[in-house]
């Protein structure tokens, strides 16, 4: 199986650069390279990773997406005097010619290739190529927007020449659409473009009609180009994360890819003078995180956009660390999406409903009247301020914004527990685990007895619990110490080891703790004061609890032809999740588990995202098929195998449905539907 995170870099690729003055291309410097660079090795990432050298993209490989016109075009740029490179940029919207540039192009195109080759043939299992010039502006015969060649597009139909793949996911969250990588790949099914982006009703560029919600894809490629417009700025970690609940990933593990490339702009990040957005670098942490469990973890991120260099270094780094298997960073700011961001997720959702499956019993309609079509009217500014007024306020943001994030950063780093999963061996099965599972000791019968006496006399009546309950507290009380990060313990009796180590976890100090219990729970812990949030699956509702904000009971029977329960998870789990924000979360796989065992990863592989990736994990003693897999899973050697994608029944939408109107008041990043009631502007 492959390990390993490469990482592209040349410093060649800083010599293209601008040569006059130019009011949009000035930007667009050597620095955000070199920047992203020396904030790797700032945190020790670059020795961390496996380094794979840069080479020149061939003519063969960029005749590939582009004309032979345009390649020539850009050859010749190579002798050119500092006149005639102003004269031959000035063709084309927002581009640059440097007599480097071709050849920072063509090293650009040959990193991004030489990346999907480390990881097409398992040298490595992911990895992230610094490049510049970026690429998805750029189209067929023209460059465009900073962009000569397009790196990611020339990727995917090399990919498919070279490895035979049918099905290549693009995820763009760049802040400016990539008009160039839809214009290429419109008319192709075996291509997933998705692409979320400024738009402000066409008023920000490239202000196309053809980059809102309805653009989806031509002929043959209709469903499969998906554009999210952000259609006013300030959009910020809540807005990236219902994206991707609502719209992305419940379309990608349908479309079910073998390789996953990122155009990763992070001019979508805070201070960015471009995108004018909110989001802070943890969260491309948590969106790598989730493509990571696509297309058994095969993903190359390619650099696009980026303009702050400070955000753009610490959000490169929060990629990296993350491709690295790093625990993710709690996610900061309000768990709501604003009204702007639902009604956009709304449209996008309306619009491809005939395309795909997990959306034909969904309740989606068209908005029309949208919230920002007001602020159209407001936009025209009296007082314009001249250039050099805007460029002395832009000097003064980014300083802002660089103080703001020396702190953030600080505020959310943690220092990485030294083991990744513990278990005990209780039971002398530990030799069916992988390999990276670590052992811990476990309690002696006398400190269990003095703990459980005094604390759990009311839970544990029999001593025959004992010896399970030390092993389960001896993992429990490393991860509470932040001594390892996520455990394993199998339980002859899973619902008192969970009632002990939520009740324990609770005394610890930990106040929001998230619980997922799969199959028949006998004890149900008190939930009142919001300290534990309870998510019960099982076939059958059980008697004696109803519902409320912190127990929710979800009545799931897994399909026998395969996975229907990404659904679930995608539509609901995850979203009340990450709306409560837990600093601890434990999944328990008890008696009578309505879920297989593809459910189940699916679980444990989404919800790692959460609590500094704190996971654990208590199993019935008897399901060794289902530690095999969760320990997988936590030790993050690989994707798991998520079974056979099926969609969900109408029934099960409906029970998503109910569930969804019920509790998203209260957990606001259910919302994905204006009627849905929104809180926050």
């Not at 992203?36 to 380094?51: A, I, M, N, P």
């Not at 991860?479 to 339980?491: D, F, H, P, Q």
């Not at 999944?587 to 996971?615: D, H, K, T, W």
């Not at 690989?638 to 109107?661: C, M, W």
Request: hydrophobic share 40%.
């Amino acid at each position: 199986m492959a390990s390993g995170t490469a990482l592209i870099y040349d410093e060649e690729m800083t010599t293209h650069k601008l040569l006059w003055s130019d009011p949009v291309c000035y930007i667009e410097v050597p620095e955000r390279l070199s920047s992203s660079y020396d904030q790797l090795k700032h945190y020790h990432l670059v020795e961390r990773c496996v380094h794979v050298p840069a080479r020149e993209g061939s003519k063969e490989e960029i005749l590939l997406v582009h004309s032979s016109e345009h390649l020539e075009v850009a050859k010749s740029t190579q002798t050119m005097n500092e006149e005639e490179l102003k004269k031959v940029s000035g063709n084309y919207d927002a581009f640059f010619f440097h007599r480097n540039t071709y050849r920072c192009a063509r090293l650009a195109v040959g990193a991004t290739l030489e990346l999907v080759d480390a990881v097409m043939s398992g040298k490595v299992r992911n990895g992230m190529a610094l490049v510049r010039p970026p690429g998805h502006h750029s189209q067929r015969n023209a460059a465009n927007g900073f962009c000569l060649f397009n790196n990611v597009a020339i990727a995917a139909e090399y990919a498919k020449l070279k490895y035979g793949l049918q099905r290549i996911l693009i995820v763009d969250w760049d802040v400016h659409h990539g008009q160039g990588t839809q214009y290429i790949f419109e008319e192709d099914p075996s291509v997933l473009y998705f692409s979320w982006h400024r738009y402000e009703h066409q008023e920000f560029w490239p202000s196309l009609k053809e980059s809102d919600y309805d653009a989806v894809g031509l002929g043959k490629g209709k469903g499969f180009n998906i554009n999210l417009p952000w259609n006013k700025v300030g959009m910020g970690n809540s807005d990236y994360l219902a994206a991707f609940f609502h719209v992305l990933l419940p379309v990608a593990f349908e479309f079910d890819p073998e390789l996953v490339i990122v155009s990763a702009g992070y001019d979508s990040g805070i201070g960015d003078p471009e995108g004018q957005m909110n989001a802070t670098p943890e969260v491309f942490a948590h969106l790598t995180h989730f493509v990571m469990q696509l297309a058994n973890g095969k993903l190359c991120v390619i650099l696009e956009g980026g303009y702050h260099l400070k955000s753009l270094s610490e959000s490169v780094c929060m990629t990296v660390k993350t491709l690295l298997g790093d625990p993710v960073p709690q996610i900061t700011g309000e768990m709501a999406p604003c009204l702007s961001a639902v009604e956009s997720i709304q449209n996008v959702r309306a619009a491809h409903k005939r395309y795909w499956k997990w959306l034909m019993y969904e309740d989606t309609s068209f908005l029309q009247n949208l919230s920002t079509n007001l602020h159209l009217l407001k936009k025209a500014n009296p007082n314009p301020s001249t250039e050099h007024e805007s460029k002395i306020t832009n000097n003064d943001e980014t300083v802002k914004v660089e103080r703001f994030l020396e702190l953030h950063m600080k505020n959310i780093l943690f220092p990485v527990p030294p083991i990744k999963t513990a278990t005990t061996d209780s039971k002398g099965s530990v030799h069916l685990l992988p390999v990276p599972v670590h052992f811990v000791k476990e309690m002696d019968k006398t400190e269990i007895k003095a703990l459980v006496s005094g604390f759990y006399a009311d839970i544990v009546k029999e001593d025959k619990n004992l010896l399970s309950l030390g092993s389960m507290l001896a993992i429990l009380d490393k991860i509470l110490k932040k001594e390892v990060c996520n455990g394993i313990a199998e339980s002859p009796t899973c619902s008192v080891s969970v009632a002990v180590a939520l009740r324990h976890s609770v005394r610890f100090g930990f106040q929001r703790v998230l619980c997922i219990f799969v199959g028949d729970m006998e004890i149900i812990p008190n939930t009142e004061d919001g300290k534990i949030l309870m998510i019960h699956i099982c076939e059958k509702e059980q008697s004696g609890k109803t519902r409320s904000k912190h127990y929710i009971s979800l009545n799931w029977k897994e399909d026998a032809e395969g996975n229907d329960f990404f659904s679930a998870v995608l539509g609901f789990i995850l979203p009340v999740a990450y709306s409560y924000q837990p600093n601890l979360t434990v999944i328990a796989v008890g008696p009578n588990r309505s879920l297989g065992i593809s459910g189940i990863s699916l679980l444990f592989s989404l919800l790692q995202g959460l609590a500094e990736s704190r996971i654990f994990a208590v199993i019935e003693d008897t399901e060794i098929n289902v530690m095999q897999s969760v320990a997988k899973a936590l030790v993050g050697a690989s994707a798991p195998h998520f079974g056979v994608y099926v969609p969900p029944t109408q029934e099960k939408v409906n029970k998503i449905k109910i569930l969804r109107d019920q509790f998203q008041q209260e957990w606001k990043m259910l919302q994905c539907s204006v009627k849905d009631g929104i809180s926050r502007n």
